[in-house]
């Protein structure tokens, strides 16, 4: 089991920046790929970012690329999702989870998954 747990989302303005962290514990968070999604009110999640084992890959959805980072610190057992130029459209609950897929993409299958945080933009 991998317990995830994320933290850091809250209110902000349009234009503004935030950074969400998940804290991993439980098995070895090196031996999982993690991603990162978010479900915006009245619609289906979605993927956001993913992030290979050793970070050496990152994947995103192309409308995110450049105002979204991925990253993870595998010393520390956490992953870190930092957003800038917020926009309204960016309000949601967003989730971190793990796969042991090797490639943490939109398809691969997760096998655990946080609670949530949310994230609201302010126009």
Do not use: H
Not at 84 to 101: G, I, M, N
């Amino acid at each position: 089991q991998v317990q995830l747990v994320e933290s850091g989302g809250g209110l902000v303005q349009a234009g503004g920046s935030l950074r969400l962290s998940c804290a991993a514990s439980g098995r070895t968070f090196s031996n999982y790929g993690m991603g990162w999604f978010r479900q915006p009110p009245g619609k289906e999640r979605e993927f956001v970012a993913g992030i290979s084992r050793t970070g050496g890959n990152l994947y995103y959805i192309d409308s995110l690329k450049g105002r979204f980072t991925i990253s993870r610190d595998n010393a520390k057992n956490m992953m870190y999702l930092q957003m800038t130029s917020l926009k309204p459209e960016d309000t949601a609950v967003y989730y971190c989870a793990a796969t042991t897929a090797i490639i943490a993409g939109r398809n691969s299958k997760y096998d655990y998954w946080g609670q949530g945080t949310q994230v609201t933009v302010s126009s």
